[in-house]
């Protein structure tokens, strides 16, 4: 049976090499600690048991610290650097029509929930399509 625990582990392992994924690593080492549980002991369910189990405390333990090393830090794009920013309304904002602002030196079409008139400092929250979402910063006295 040790065998057949084995050829498992090894197709599982081949598995993983080819999707690179993290999906199939944690049943193959389930497999492979089957294996050396069925050289001393015959029964299935045990063997079954000590795979099941195996499995999922090496998913437990190994999927968080693979997922730390694994992710990379995301930089942002020129899109995504804008939101949070403030900016400057050039052409005026109504509900119904998109206005325009000026955000990091380039113009953008921007829409809003309100009337924002021009000239006026906006936050910007969001890209909706080649929209900026914005709201009117107030300022204080």
Same mark, same amino acid.
């Not at 830090?73 to 309304?89: A, C, E, F, H, S």
């Given at each position: 049976?040790?065998?057949?625990?084995?050829?498992?582990?090894?197709?599982?392992?081949?598995?993983?090499?080819?999707?690179?994924?993290?999906?199939?690593?944690?049943?193959?080492?389930?497999?492979?600690?089957?294996?050396?549980?069925?050289?001393?002991?015959?029964?299935?369910?045990?063997?079954?048991?000590?795979?099941?189990?195996?499995?999922?405390?090496?998913?437990?333990?190994? #999927?968080?610290?693979?997922?730390?090393?694994?992710?990379?830090?995301?930089? /942002?794009?020129?899109?995504? #650097?804008?939101?949070?920013?403030?900016?400057?309304?050039?052409?005026?904002?109504?509900?119904?029509?998109?206005?325009?602002? /000026?955000?990091?030196?380039? #113009?953008?079409?921007?829409?809003?929930?309100?009337?924002? /008139?021009?000239?006026?400092?906006?936050?910007?929250?969001?890209?909706?399509?080649?929209?900026?979402?914005?709201?009117?910063?107030?300022?204080?006295?």
């Amino acid at each position: 049976m040790s065998e057949l625990w084995l050829a498992l582990c090894i197709i599982l392992v081949i598995i993983e090499c080819a999707t690179i994924n993290l999906v199939s690593i944690w049943f193959a080492i389930g497999a492979l600690a089957a294996s050396i549980t069925s050289l001393f002991i015959d029964q299935i369910m045990i063997q079954v048991g000590v795979f099941v189990i195996v499995s999922i405390l090496s998913f437990l333990a190994i #999927r968080p610290l693979a997922k730390k090393f694994f992710s990379s830090n995301n930089v /942002k794009t020129n899109l995504d #650097r804008v939101v949070g920013k403030i900016g400057i309304v050039t052409e005026e904002i109504s509900k119904l029509n998109p206005g325009e602002v /000026k955000v990091d030196g380039k #113009r953008w079409t921007a829409i809003s929930d309100k009337k924002i /008139k021009k000239d006026s400092k906006v936050e910007i929250l969001a890209i909706e399509g080649v929209k900026l979402l914005v709201k009117e910063v107030k300022e204080e006295d």
